[in-house]
């Protein structure tokens, strides 16, 4: 059973950079999944960020891709994200989960199917 | 369009069969991904694919689709399943982007 668990500050000041990590844990990074940030802001919907391969290789919303990095370290089985310049529109609960990508016949099948509890960061002064 | 609507509310009788739509042009290419989500918790998938649960979801979930309109039906709806439904999938235009529906609050009367 995969299990993800993002880890980071909970307060980030206005113009700052907000850093969060997700640890994979019961299968590999490695595997041939992409992996996403998506985040929520309160009382609001759910809004993708972006997402990395194992490869190095990522997809950012273009809303956000001015501001977004997402990494890999497949040695400590984790992915971070850091996004900057942040203001208090970017408070919201942030996910990481594993996405997951398939073909049947002539339909693409696309979803999350591990998803972290959720960290909610504020901005704030 | 790489948008996703959702009807922002809808409400059920306990017991009874409610559907809920998500419209988008990307959904002529892709399935549509359905997910619950309670106060307070994390999303969790119930529907994927063409008319897949994972482990664990009751089978009283179904989703169906047609043209640019995909569906999740739940056939005799139960108090727990009152909750937050968002529909994913990715954009068909090529930009690699994903996309949410804005989610459709269920209310069980």
């Known amino acids: 059973q995969v299990q993800l668990q993002e880890s980071g500050p909970g307060l980030v000041k206005p113009s700052g950079t907000l850093s969060l990590t997700c640890a994979v844990s019961g299968g590999s990074i490695s595997s041939s999944n992409w992996w996403s940030w998506v985040r929520q802001p309160p009382g609001k919907g759910l809004e993708w960020i972006g997402e990395i391969y194992h490869s190095g290789s990522t997809n950012y919303n273009p809303s956000l891709k001015s501001r977004v990095t997402i990494s890999v370290d497949k040695s400590k089985n984790q992915f971070s994200l850091k996004l900057s310049s942040v203001t208090a529109a970017d408070t919201a609960v942030y996910y990481c989960?594993?996405?997951?990508?398939?073909?049947?016949?002539?339909?693409?099948?696309?979803?999350?199917?591990?998803w972290g509890q959720g960290t909610l960061v504020t901005v704030s002064s | 369009s790489s948008e996703l609507t959702q009807d922002p509310a809808v409400s059920v009788a306990l017991g009874q069969t409610v559907r809920i739509t998500c419209q988008g042009d990307s959904l002529r290419s892709y399935y549509a991904s359905w997910y619950q989500q309670k106060p307070g918790q994390a999303p969790v998938l119930v529907i994927y694919?063409?008319?897949n649960r994972p482990s664990g979801i009751p089978d009283r979930f179904s989703g169906s689709s047609s043209g640019n309109t995909a569906s999740l039906t739940i056939t005799g709806a139960q108090a727990e399943d009152e909750a937050d439904y968002y529909c994913n999938s990715r954009d068909s235009s090529g930009n690699h982007r994903v996309v949410f529906g804005g989610g459709t609050k269920l209310t069980v009367l």
């Open positions: 989960a594993r996405d997951t990508y398939g073909r049947v016949e002539q339909w693409l099948e696309y979803y999350f199917d591990y």
């Open positions: 694919g063409k008319n």
